[in-house]
């Protein structure tokens, strides 16, 4: 079992910065990746960013490459997403969520269901 906490959501201003916190604790030690996604209410859950625990390969959906950047913190089992030049259309509720195992393609990072664990998310909200 694996759990996760997601903290550091808030409310900001188009333009400001957010870091986003997700501390896991429980058996980390069999993570293969983490993620970040995000979901509006009415809408489908979206990926937003991932890293491989292992080799630090990141990838980040395109809406916010560039903008966000996920890194991890080994000794503190901490996964974060820092979020730069934050824009209304990031508004929404992040989760962070764990993979067990490789699925044979950096493909599936992008995909909710091939996570095992989730948190149980953080609230970002962007005014204009």
């Known amino acids: 079992q694996v759990q996760l906490v997601e903290s550091g959501g808030g409310l900001v201003q188009a333009g400001d910065s957010l870091r986003l916190t997700c501390a896991a604790s429980?058996?980390?030690?069999?993570?293969?990746?983490m993620g970040w996604f995000r979901q509006v209410p009415g809408k489908e859950r979206e990926f937003v960013a991932a890293?491989?625990?292992?080799?630090?390969?990141?990838y980040y959906a395109d809406s916010v490459a560039g903008r966000f950047t996920i890194s991890r913190d080994n000794a503190k089992n901490t996964v974060y997403l820092q979020m730069n030049s934050l824009k209304p259309e990031d508004t929404a509720i992040y989760f962070c969520?764990?993979?067990?195992?490789?699925?044979?393609?950096?493909?599936?990072?992008?995909?909710?269901?091939?996570?095992?664990?989730w948190g149980q998310g953080t609230q970002v909200t962007v005014s204009s």
């Open positions: 890293i491989n625990w292992s080799t630090l390969s990141t």
């Open positions: 429980g058996r980390t030690d069999s993570n293969y990746a």
């Open positions: 969520a764990a993979q067990r195992r490789y699925y044979g393609s950096s493909y599936y990072y992008t995909t909710g269901s091939k996570y095992a664990y």
